[in-house]
């Protein structure tokens, strides 16, 4: 079939198989250049490793650092005339390419906050890998299913106060303003259930219990804290109550399991996740415009390569690894509080780089990528490695 992208606000309801496969391989491009200064594990548990930062971990560790990969994720095949979504043929995609090279790469496909989705994992690393010593924890989900049955929804609000500013409407390409209402305790308990530490604690024990965690392993789970401009929705927000949760987590895992658990803050960047926050895709425009004409704009996978080469061990005066330096370098967030306060809905394309935004939304979905002829028929039912 001919497959064109369909897109509804922030998110894209078809995938592109052979975008998706040349993307995922320009990424692994990257990752080989630093083959030799990857050393972080050896046989890497990536949960959530199908799209943005979970994938490009896996793909660093991988082609970076010659690494056994089993990830987890939440993805849907191709049936009818549905496509399967990206990280079905990212996953399909990075799987072929890992078994060309030599490298084991399995995928569980299922909900990871289920009990049932963890034994599973734990079966396929006692059947094919022995232990892991690298567990990434990139989950970005919207909903947890507790283990009682009932579901935690996590939102994106404030704390406290509603809060009013600038933002995009990503169908129109229209500056406007949004007002943010505050999280009641119940949203922000949820948002905490979702997206903080309790399902990375509980993987963490499950592995430890099986006797399949590496003495001594890596985990790491992923954060954002950003310019005070976007702290309401934030880093001051639920998401942000959440995050906070997740560090917490971090320092208890290390004490109770004698690992080493550690969040890495990362830079913003257009993923499917980070294109659902109110404010924050107009921040990532701007931030795109000024760090291109700086050079030194990253994606997720220069973002991943920079963490597994040359960022661990190294911590802030909290303890977090910040990867998102070059962001917060004082002359960056200068040159975007400037644009931040001049942009409107006249003068988008002067200050933001709306079409470098656009096309990482499209590229997520395997459209716009080079040499790929989009009016060919294409195969959408394509196979991963299930462990
Ligand atoms: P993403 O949406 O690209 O990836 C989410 C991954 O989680 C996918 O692999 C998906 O399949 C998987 N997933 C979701 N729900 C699942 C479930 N129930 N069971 C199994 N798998 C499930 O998200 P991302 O932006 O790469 O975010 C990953 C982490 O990085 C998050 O913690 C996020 O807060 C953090 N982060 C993101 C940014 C950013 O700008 N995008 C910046 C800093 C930190």
Same mark, same amino acid.
């Given at each position: 079939?001919v497959?064109?992208?369909?897109v509804?606000?922030?998110?894209?309801?078809?995938?592109?198989?052979?975008?998706?496969?040349?993307?995922?391989?320009?990424?692994?491009?990257?990752?080989?250049?630093?083959?030799g200064?990857?050393?972080?594990?050896?046989r890497?548990?990536?949960?959530?490793?199908?799209?943005? &930062?979970?994938?490009?971990?896996?793909?660093?560790?991988?082609?970076?650092?010659?690494?056994?990969?089993?990830?987890?994720?939440?993805?849907r095949?191709?049936?009818?005339?549905?496509?399967?979504?990206?990280?079905?043929? +990212?996953?399909?995609?990075?799987?072929?390419e890992?078994?060309?090279?030599?490298? &084991?790469?399995?995928?569980v496909?299922g /909900?990871?906050?289920?009990?049932?989705?963890?034994?599973r994992?734990?079966?396929?690393?006692? !059947?094919?890998?022995?232990?892991?010593?690298?567990?990434?924890?990139?989950?970005a989900?919207?909903?947890?299913?507790?283990?009682?049955?009932?579901?935690?929804?996590?939102?994106?609000? =404030?704390v406290?106060?509603?809060?009013?500013?600038?933002?995009?409407?990503?169908?129109?390409?229209e500056?406007?303003e949004?007002?943010? =209402?505050?999280?009641?305790?119940?949203?922000? /308990?949820?948002t905490?259930?979702?997206m903080?530490?309790?399902?990375?604690?509980?993987?963490?024990?499950?592995? +430890?219990?099986?006797?399949?965690?590496?003495?001594?392993?890596?985990?790491?789970a992923?954060?954002?804290?950003?310019?005070?401009?976007?702290?309401?929705?934030?880093?001051?927000?639920?998401?942000?109550?959440?995050? !906070? /949760?997740?560090?917490?987590?971090?320092?208890?895992?290390?004490?109770?399991?004698?690992?080493?658990?550690?969040?890495?803050?990362?830079?913003?960047?257009?993923?499917?996740?980070s294109?659902?926050?109110?404010?924050?895709?107009?921040?990532?425009s701007?931030?795109?415009?000024?760090?291109?004409?700086?050079?030194?704009?990253?994606?997720?996978?220069?973002?991943?390569?920079?963490?597994?080469?040359?960022?661990?061990?190294?911590?802030?005066?909290?303890? &977090?690894?910040?990867?998102?330096?070059?962001?917060m370098?004082?002359?960056?967030?200068?040159?975007?509080?400037?644009?931040?306060?001049?942009?409107?809905?006249?003068n988008?394309a002067?200050?933001a780089?709306?079409?470098?935004?656009? /096309?990482?939304?499209?590229?997520?979905?395997?459209?716009?990528?080079?040499?790929?002829?989009?009016?060919?028929?294409?195969?959408? +039912?394509?196979?991963?490695?299930?462990?």
């Open positions: 079939m497959i064109e992208p369909k509804r606000g922030f998110i894209c309801t078809t995938a592109h198989p052979e975008g998706c496969a040349k993307s995922v391989l320009a990424q692994i491009n990257t990752a080989k250049k630093y083959a200064k990857i050393t972080a594990a050896k890497a548990l990536v949960i959530g490793g199908s799209t943005g &930062y979970g994938l490009a971990s896996r793909i660093a560790l991988a082609f970076g650092g010659g690494a056994s990969t089993l990830n987890v994720m939440f993805e095949p191709a049936s009818g005339v549905r496509t399967a979504t990206a990280g079905w043929y +990212n996953t399909a995609a990075f799987e072929r890992a078994a060309k090279s030599g490298l &084991y790469a399995k995928s496909n /909900d990871a906050f289920s009990q049932e989705i963890k034994n994992v734990i079966e396929a690393i006692k !059947r094919d890998l022995g232990t892991v010593d690298a567990v990434i924890y990139s989950l989900s919207p909903r947890r299913t507790l283990p009682d049955g009932t579901v935690a929804n996590s939102v994106l609000k =404030t406290g106060e509603n809060f009013t500013n600038k933002t995009i409407d990503l169908r129109t390409n500056v406007g949004v007002t943010v =209402t505050p999280a009641t305790p119940d949203e922000i /308990d949820a905490i259930k979702v903080g530490g309790e399902d990375w604690a509980a993987w963490i024990s499950a592995l +430890n219990d099986a006797g399949v965690l590496e003495k001594g392993a890596l985990t790491l992923y954060s954002y804290i950003g310019p005070e401009l976007t702290y309401p929705i934030y880093t001051n927000g639920s998401i942000g109550m959440a995050k !906070r /949760d997740l560090f917490y987590t971090a320092q208890a895992i290390s004490k109770k399991y004698g690992i080493t658990a550690r969040i890495s803050v990362n830079k913003a960047l257009v993923t499917q996740s294109a659902a926050i109110p404010v924050v895709p107009l921040y990532i701007l931030l795109y415009k000024v760090m291109k004409k700086a050079g030194t704009h990253e994606g997720c996978i220069e973002q991943m390569c920079r963490l597994f080469a040359e960022k661990l061990g190294k911590y802030d005066s909290e303890g &977090y690894i910040r990867l998102d330096d070059l962001e370098a004082p002359e960056i967030q200068k040159e975007v509080a400037k644009a931040w306060k001049a942009v409107n809905a006249q988008l002067d200050y780089d709306i079409d470098g935004y656009w /096309d990482d939304f499209y590229r997520m979905f395997g459209f716009k990528c080079d040499g790929v002829d989009y009016s060919a028929d294409v195969e959408p +039912n394509v196979a991963i490695q299930e462990a």
